[in-house]
């Protein structure tokens, strides 16, 4: 006898179970999605904050290296019209002097100064110009407000080829020159206390001497020429304040330090 088993139907609501498998991977991989998106947006966030610092950190450089720019731009503005001055000054005395092409050398020939070869004497009959240089020049200086941008005002010797048969040689020579003319300036102007006295932004004394020998002739010096009258002279050189190295090395530090982040 033969016997038949039957299966039982799937009641009509209930769903396969292959149906719930699906439907609960896809919540967990919209979990997934929405957690790795918050993940992303944090990341985001966080680059951006950190994209933000850079720039205000190149901001802030910018800020000092156009600060630093403007200051010595300022300061060469300023000893360009300080020598510019004293040379308007001394033309209009009839005293002969040279500006130089960037303004920042003002150059006093012998025909001022008179300067006989191998000789640091100042003679004489030139004592009274060499004063009135002075006189201009200490007039100009003494304007703090300008001086502020300066660092040193060098009184520079020089000489011919001529070799000088003393100890030091012609460096000796030239260097004697240019104290020669700043003890005159000391012993006769009315005013040199105050010429002695100015000092730098950082607090030095402004004015300094040095001798340069025969190591820099006048532009127009024959070639070969030794006893060439022109080269023994004075030459009053500027220099401005400008960016020390460690502030120009913070700049670059931080600069480093903002391409590294």
Known sequence: ?????????????????????????????????????????????????????????????????????????????????????????????????????????LSIPISALGFASGSADIPDANEETALRIGQALSQVMNDQERAAHLDTVFVEGHTDGVPYDQPGGNWRLSTDRAIALWQLWESGLPDAESLDALTNASGRPLFSVSGY?????????????????????????????APTSDELEGILDAYRDGETD
Not at 39 to 44: E, N
Not at 215 to 241: L, S, Y
Request: hydrophobic share 45%; net charge negative.
């Open 1 to 105: 006898m033969r016997t038949f088993s039957r299966r039982r139907a799937a009641a009509p609501d209930e769903e396969p179970s292959y149906w719930i498998s699906f439907s609960d991977m896809m919540s967990g991989l919209l979990v997934i999605f929405i957690l790795a998106a918050a993940a992303l947006m944090l990341q985001l966030m966080q680059r951006q904050s950190e994209v933000a610092a850079i720039l205000e950190t190149q901001q802030e450089q910018e800020r000092q290296f156009s600060a630093q720019v403007r200051s010595l731009s300022d300061s060469e503005v300023s000893r360009a019209q300080m020598l510019g001055e004293v040379r308007d000054s001394l033309v209009a005395s009839g005293i002969e002097v040279v500006l130089n092409a960037d303004s920042s050398v």
């Open 213 to 241: 020998a025969d190591t820099r002739p006048v532009e127009g010096t024959p070639a070969g020429a030794v006893d060439h009258p022109p080269n023994r002279r004075i030459d009053i050189r500027i220099t401005v304040v």
